[in-house]
């Protein structure tokens, strides 16, 4: 995977963002999801830039990138499906349906298919407890989830992944 | 003098000012504190520790370890100490049955997470996890074995949780396996260096202190080794090498560190008589506590292999050094000295004091000249630093020195830093200011380069003059141009401080049209508008102060800038109050003691003239023989004479005046000319290639004596172990004006300081015991001030009226021209320290390995001059070649580059052009040709030819 740091226009891109903020409240959080908007993931070579922009430093700015589980240090698959790994979902059987997730995709958590089309994700908590086990693909929410159910969605994206 | 002293305790939160005094009891013992200081505080102020591992008395409190939680009648819960503020009547329990549950508790689950091999650890005995395990009664821990970061490996293959240490620093390891998370490092770097190159990646369970990003070490991130991290660190997760190394130190000497002109404090931890690392003290009054890479790490010279221990001589300079006794040494040298003076005269024969030896040994140096060789040829590398400060401050307020103490910037709102760059020469001070800038004070830096207190992190945004270097008078009366014109002057101070009158005649001089800004502008190529801008903010500002360094007096008209300096500030009442004054940022560690302490020819200590009978009478007295009224030669006129055939012999102590004066060719034929040249030195240095006898110096860490701060601050320093070169440096000059007759009976440089006490008013109240009693003094102390005196012209200038002077900008001789279109200007960097005769012998040598010249890109593309290429560097008076670095620091037509290598040599370059008044040399502005090279100039390999051949030692006969 070459860096989009080594395409002519990065830095251009780069400022437009930080500029597009200058003068904001708190500017970084809002930085940093345009940031991954562009390029899929928050690039390193990005973080020096931002940190000179806001008068902070490098380490302040990977402080928060890697705070949030959201922000990226690479690329996802074209897809990305999360799984709901915290208590609630937990009591209706979600580590299992992590197992049977994991087996059928035949990727761990973090991990992209080969073909980078989907990357499976944990996510600590949807809102939809009531509803557990629960699941997210892209934008679309899943209640109730089942591996069926979840195969389901996968093949909908485009995927064929599990077969 | 050997110390046992336990060093300080920890208080915990870090102490707070205020008139409100408020009383609490504490484990029923009552304690009053000022309001706002901690629980935890008031607990340690009553005697009682309680226990903890986030909070240190250095930082500000957090409030995350939670083991220093207490109970408080009437509140709820159990709330952190740290972060809990004391109030009226508060009754404080710090051990009751509930909290030692939940200390315990809370150190379970900690030590859950940490390798258990304290024997082998490098803290042990040393580590507050240890103590804290101890002092909460831990006896066991429940949980069972399982994830973890410590483990490099389990039975099911490697943990992919643990990490390799980071010892990418040369000085320190970073063992992330020990590591609490206290967060301690992160906000030490934060709060107290001001670098922010430290934070805790990810959080919960996968949290990590990191240096810089993902890729970074610790040397790759913005980290600059300042030592404030491993400090802090409770544990041995940042630890020192040396202690890893060598283990726990067993005692503790006190010391003031000798390198620049800051003057921090240190405990030197000792084991024996080795030094095993050193420690900035808390309470010392120029530091509180911090430091910079350079005095807490690089003191490895004092025991580096080049050092020479035995004295040498040689007939010619050409010869190999010959190793010798002390007595043959001292034989020679003076046999060639008294033979000088018979052939060529009394006034033939001369020392150079050094700005790195103690006052004392300094006061005998010249002492040395005035007494003993009978004349006034006594001179200091202050010469080519700060002399136009001792001028133009002594002209304009009747001193000497600086006004105010560092503690001052705490108040100020605004710094205007002039030809400075506190961040990399005045480190310490630098994150003192950058402190100050962080909670809102403003920030004009006038200097050629974008300096690195431009780029503080979260600071407003500074004003930056990139003035053209040499038009530094023009840019200053430019701003007391518009300070007259809009009347933002302060008459009232004005009137009563100064001479209404002078003022006036001032005003209209620089009311003159020439001195507005537009014009201005045109010679020192900075807009006018940000003249305005900082002229206006600096006259508004309730509390303005000026720092500012070389970048000042290394000027034909240093001495006007100095003056300039001095009436900006008098003519906006900046003086004699906290947060102001004008303060210069002393280069070296001793630069203001050897000026105090009478180098100069034309002035005795205290900056009393020779031609003055009465003070003449003193010394005549104290000395029992009669002193020459004559001023005697400065170096570059030692220079002159040599070659002249005139001056035939020198005796220069501790500097290097080779490589750190101006124009180095003629400083070498200058010395060749002589018969006897005397290095008094550590390390066979440039000069010493050109020396007949070479004294083997000693170390501060081995000798007493004191030095002076930029701030006018006396600190003693404490001989940690026993000279490896046989003798303090003082005896050393003692034994050699005893054989000329000196007949000298000093035994203790106490003995020194009470003749100095003697025989100077801005002294007599100093004296050993008094600095060992109180720390540190700022002079002057005497019977009016008792304990010195922190800020200077409080009530009135030491001269009565402050003294407008008119300052006209007189464009220097050095121009540019068609042959030679540059600008080079000279400065430090961090981790290098002047020529570097100390620092490229310590592991400082892994941040800047070689001299630097740094040019802008529109520059170097003219010269076809890429990235890390070799160039040649051509002056009028010679040429060096070096790599360059592309920047846009320094503006177009600009270039920069440090001295603190011998093979770059950036003085062979300088001129011999100098300030008006003192002599102090340009080093500041030369023209200069860049053009790409292929390597060495014919000049570095015949001088680095000569180097070897004259460092040539004779083996020593078998015995």
Known sequence: MTSPASDADFLLRLDAIIAAHAGREGPLLPILHDIQAEWGYVPEEAQPVIAGALGMTRAEVYGVVSFYHDFRDHPS???????????????????????????????DFHQTTPDGRLTLEPVFCLGLCACGPSAQMGERLLGRATVEKVQRLVAEAGMGAGA | MKDFIIPDRDMGTPAVKSDVIVNLTVDGIPVSVPAGTSVMRAAAVAGISVPKLCATDHLTAFGSCRLCVVQIDGMRGTPASCTT??????????????????????????????????????????CELQDMAGAVG????????????????????????????????????????????????????????????LTIESRGFDSRVSAGMASDSFLSSDCVSCGACVQVCPTATLIENKVIEIGTPEHVVKTTCAYCGVGCSFDVHMRGEEVVRMVPSKEGKANHGHSCVKGRFAWGYATHKERKLEPMIREKITDPWRVVSWDEALDFATGRLRAAQADHGVNSIGVITSSRCTNEETYLVQKLARAVFRNNNTDTCARVCHSPTGYGLKTAFGTSAGTHDFDSVDETDLALVIGCNPTDAHPVFGSRMRKRLREGASLIVIDPREIDLLKTPHMGQGLHLPLRPGTNVAVVTALAHVIVAERLYDEAFIRERCDWDEFLDYAEFVLDPKHAPEEVEKLSKVPAELIRQAARAYARAPRASIYYGLGVTEHSQGSTTVMAIANLAMMCGNIGKPGTGVNPLRGQNNVQGSCDMGSFPNEYPGYRHVSDPETRAIYERAWGVELSPEPGLRIPNMFDEALAGRFRGLYCQGEDIVQSDPDTRHVTSALSAMDIVIVHDLFLNETSNYAHVFLPGSSFLEKDGTFTNAERRINLVNRAMTPKNGYEDWEITQMLANRMGGNWTYTHPREIMAEIALTTPSFAGVSFELLEREGSVQWPCNEAAPLGTPVMHIDGFVRGKGKFIHTEYVATEERTGARFPLLLTTGRILSQYNVGAQTRRTDNVAWHPEDILEIHPSDAENRGVREGDWVRVASRSGDTTLRAHITDRVAPGVVYTTFHHPTTQANVVTTDNSDWATNCPEFKVTAVQVSPSNGPSDWQEEYQAHSELSRRILPTAAE
């Not at chain 1, 897809?79 to 035949?106: K, N, P, T, Y």
């Not at chain 2, 710090?94 to 859950?112: N, P, W």
């Open chain 2, 138 to 197: 831990l006896r066991e821990v429940r949980y069972e074995p399982g994830q973890n970061h410590f483990a490099r490996r389990d039975a099911e293959g490697p943990n992919p949780e643990w990490r390799p240490k980071d010892q990418s620093n040369p000085y320190f390891t970073f063992d992330p396996a020990k590591c609490i998370v206290c967060n301690r490092c992160v906000r030490a770097c934060e709060e107290v260096q001001g670098t922010f190159a």
């Open chain 2, 85 to 126: 503020p004391v109030g009226e009547g508060m009754v404080v329990h710090t051990q009751t049955d509930e909290i030692a549950q939940i200390r315990k508790g809370v150190m379970e689950l900690y030590i859950s997470d940490h390798p258990l091999d304290c024997l082998t650890c490098a803290a042990n005995g040393d």
């Open chain 1, 77 to 107: 698959g074209r897809h990305v499906l999360r799984l709901c790994r915290a208590e609630a979902c937990q009591s209706m059987g979600a580590d299992e349906l992590a197992d049977r997730v994991r087996a059928a995709l035949g990727i």
